[in-house]
């Protein structure tokens, strides 16, 4: 999906952000490389626009720290910040402005001015295709007419680092792959690297190289699409217990013949069973705990995608 | 820079597609001057009917000044509602007898004649045409009275002075015509004749005797607003105060705006977003005052004076305005509570400063209050310039005065300003 340059572009090392009691963020360090798209995936409330607003500076960490390339990323570090582009969850924009008055504001606020802010305005437009309706309020546009016009006003100061906070939810399908296509473009044909947040999965595996999973403010999982899925092996069935049985029925299971291994799973009423075959062995594990006269709580056939490793490693879907 | 630019021409855009707010704030103040002018202007003819159910009692003292003086007094106690009154105990009013009747409050407004008046139009300098000192008649006025009571009389005196006072002239040059016609003089001096009998004939032109307004010896101030003057200033200054709810509104809004989120991202300190906040509306001020005084001026024919010295008070007012909008703001925790905050400080202190009431009329403990407010300082800088006339150096204080409210303010707001 992008050129092979593996330098680190910007690194998150234990960083922790706490509101009041909640911690949203706890001790998350990561590596982003310069060229590639990484994924942010989570649930809703995981801990993603915090740590976004930390990777560019909106405001400081509880603790840990923020590179860019060898500059730190602070709410005061403003040649860091000129090089990061944001495109906040919520449309960042101002409502009674057109969209071009919109961009040329922040175009301005990015230190762009004359000819050269006229020519990027109308570049970002065509990006998103909103050329025609540039003059018109920003408030008369469609939902995502404006999620586009709210990325085009991250990518006006043309950003080496573009971040973008779930910018396709609420979106109609046109829009959605138009912001795709943006974005494949951007990081293809322009070798911006991107950090893109969603609680979609099907995003994160079309347009990301690599992909964290984030959860309760943790990274649980972090590598590329393919990696994370191939982890489940054959398949994962993920049953529930009860917990005072765990070890007994871990040994039922790993015994046997369909099940390649058995083991803890995202809490102790979970226990993940990874199997050549899911549905194979499914037959062979509810015959085994009938006989055993143990009883099983809930069952889930985890299919091989980003959902799957999701629940794998919190027991939890995606949509809650 | 260029942020700062930014951000002002962003607000000004907003300010400009969103007009709904400022459409009140430009109304309000100018709905407030028109109503009460117009009211009080109600009161004031009112005023003078009423008069003639019950008579308005003015001392006079004639004293030295002579036949014409008592013609006039003579027509002024034949028009309906005024009864003159010339002497007390049997005894003639004096001049000091008149201030001192006024100064106690026993009469509202009296008239003192000055000392030859008559002899001067006699002087034979007026009828060659030559300039004389004026004369003046003082009318003596307590300035616990509103411009509803002396109104009348003054009306009634300038009045009968032009008519007295022209038709005494027109006959003498009259009989100076017809005596030097004989003779033959030259033409110019004809004219010049001819011109004086009109004059007199007619009652207009510059008469050698004015009137004046002025309080009884030892009571302070000179000239007191009539209602436009009053309402102009007053409801000029308060309007501009109502720029903070404004402005209020404005910062809380952009708080809370999404975009707020992304320019926290931007490479931007809070400098040119707070400047944003301070500019316009410092704009918006003074096209308000420039809008206020326009109408008082074609609508009410309010004499403005010396306009650069209005300019001068209106710039330092419209920064104490604002200034106080970034305080409230930075005080409030809400937006709600802070346009309800500036919604009641406004009215306090304009109250207080005189916006609704002259100051000249409260007790003197409310008068000492009143200096603490801006409103206070601002109107007093208005009319020295709309009342007493005076220019630059008439308003220097008042306007040092509004810049240490502003400067105050500002740094207050400053201070407090957070946009997260
Ligand atoms: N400003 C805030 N004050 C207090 N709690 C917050 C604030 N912003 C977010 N949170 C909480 O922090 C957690 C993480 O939120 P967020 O970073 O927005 O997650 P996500 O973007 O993944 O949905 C949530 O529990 C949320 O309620
Ligand atoms: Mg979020």
């Not at chain 2, 000004?12 to 001057?33: H, I, S, Y």
């Not at chain 2, 206070?376 to 310039?385: F, K, P, S, T």
Request: with cysteine.
């Amino acid at each position: 999906m992008s050129s092979a340059d593996n330098g680190t572009l910007l690194r998150a090392g234990g960083v922790m952000h706490r509101y009041g009691d909640l911690t949203a963020v706890n001790d998350v360090s990561l590596n982003v490389r310069r060229g590639e798209v990484f994924g942010l995936l989570g649930p809703n409330g995981a801990g993603k626009s915090t740590l976004i607003g930390i990777l560019c500076g909106m405001f400081a960490p509880t603790a840990g720290s923020v590179h860019l390339g060898d500059v730190p990323v602070t709410p005061g570090a403003r040649s860091a910040k000129q090089r990061i582009g944001v495109v906040p969850q919520d449309i960042a924009l101002y409502e009674k402005l057109s969209g071009r008055q919109n961009l040329r504001f922040f175009g301005r606020v990015y230190g762009l001015g004359g000819r050269r802010l006229r020519e990027r305005v109308e570049a970002v437009l065509d990006v998103v295709g909103l050329s025609d309706r540039g003059n018109d309020r920003a408030e008369t546009y469609s939902g995502g007419m404006q999620r586009r016009l709210n990325l085009a006003a991250g990518l006006l100061h043309e950003p080496e680092l573009l971040i973008l906070d779930e910018p396709t939810v609420g979106v109609d399908p046109q829009s959605r792959n138009h912001i795709f296509d943006s974005v494949e473009r951007l990081n293809q044909d322009k070798g911006v690297t991107i950090v893109y947040t969603t609680h979609y999965m099907e995003e994160a595996e079309r347009l990301c190289d690599r992909v964290g999973i984030i959860d309760h403010g943790k990274i649980v999982a972090l590598d590329t699409p393919r990696a994370l899925i191939e982890s489940l092996g054959g398949g994962v069935i993920q049953i529930g217990i009860d917990p005072g049985q765990a070890e007994q029925v871990t040994e039922i299971l790993a015994a046997l013949e369909s099940v390649q291994a058995a083991g803890p799973g995202p809490d102790e009423r979970l226990l993940n069973i990874e199997a050549e075959s899911a549905r194979h062995a499914l037959v062979d594990v509810m015959q085994a705990m009938n006989a055993a006269a143990l009883e099983v709580e809930t069952v889930r056939i985890l299919e091989p995608n980003l959902e799957s490793v999701f629940l794998r490693y919190t027991g939890r879907s995606l949509r809650d | 820079m260029r942020a700062t630019l930014a951000f002002t021409i962003k607000e000004f855009q907003v300010l400009v597609r969103d007009p709904g707010g400022l459409f009140v704030l430009f109304l309000m103040p100018v709905m407030f001057m028109v109503v009460f002018s117009l009211a009080l202007g109600g009161l004031f003819e009112e005023g003078a009917a009423r008069g003639s159910a019950r008579a308005l009692e003015v001392p006079v003292a004639i004293g030295g000044a002579g036949e014409v003086a008592e013609q006039v007094v003579e027509q002024l106690d034949a028009t309906q509602g005024l009864a003159m009154v010339r002497e007390q105990n049997g005894q003639p009013l004096t001049a000091e007898k008149v201030a001192q009747l006024v100064a106690d409050g026993e009469y509202p407004v009296g008239v003192v004649f000055p000392e030859g008046l008559t002899a001067l139009l006699e002087d034979p300098r007026i009828l060659r045409g030559e300039q004389v000192q004026p004369l003046e008649v003082a009318v003596i006025v307590d300035p616990a009275t509103t411009a509803q009571v002396t109104g009348p009389l003054e009306g009634a005196l300038s009045a009968v002075l032009q008519q007295v006072v022209g038709r005494r002239l027109g006959e003498a040059g009259a009989a100076l015509w017809f005596e030097q016609v004989a003779v033959g003089l030259p033409a110019e001096v004809r004219e010049r004749l001819a011109a004086l009998m009109q004059q007199g004939g007619q009652g207009g032109g510059a008469l050698p005797v004015t009137t004046r307004r002025q309080v009884p010896p030892g009571v302070e101030r000179e000239q007191f607003p009539d209602q436009f003057q009053q309402n102009a200033a007053g409801y000029t200054v308060m309007g501009v105060f109502f720029i903070a709810t404004v402005m209020i509104e404005s910062i809380f809004v952009e708080r809370r705006s999404g975009a707020m989120r992304r320019l926290r991202a931007a490479p931007v300190g809070r400098a040119p977003i707070l400047i944003s906040k301070l500019v316009p509306f410092y704009v918006v001020n003074l096209i308000q005052i420039a809008i206020m005084f326009a109408i008082a001026r074609l609508a009410f024919g309010l004499d403005l004076g010396f306009v650069p010295a209005l300019i001068v008070v209106s710039a330092a007012l419209a920064l104490v305005a604002t200034g106080l909008g970034i305080a409230l703001a930075g005080v409030a925790r809400s937006e709600t509570q802070g346009t309800g905050l500036a919604v009641i400080v406004v009215l306090t202190t304009s109250a207080l400063g005189g916006v609704m009431v002259p100051r000249f009329i409260m007790p003197e403990a409310m008068q000492q209050i009143g200096n603490i407010t801006p409103q206070a300082w601002a109107i007093q800088g208005y009319q020295d310039v709309l009342v007493r006339g005076q220019g630059l150096g008439g308003v220097w204080l008042e306007a040092g005065v509004l810049l240490i409210f502003a400067a105050v303010f500002t740094a207050l707001g400053i201070w407090r300003f957070r946009f997260d």
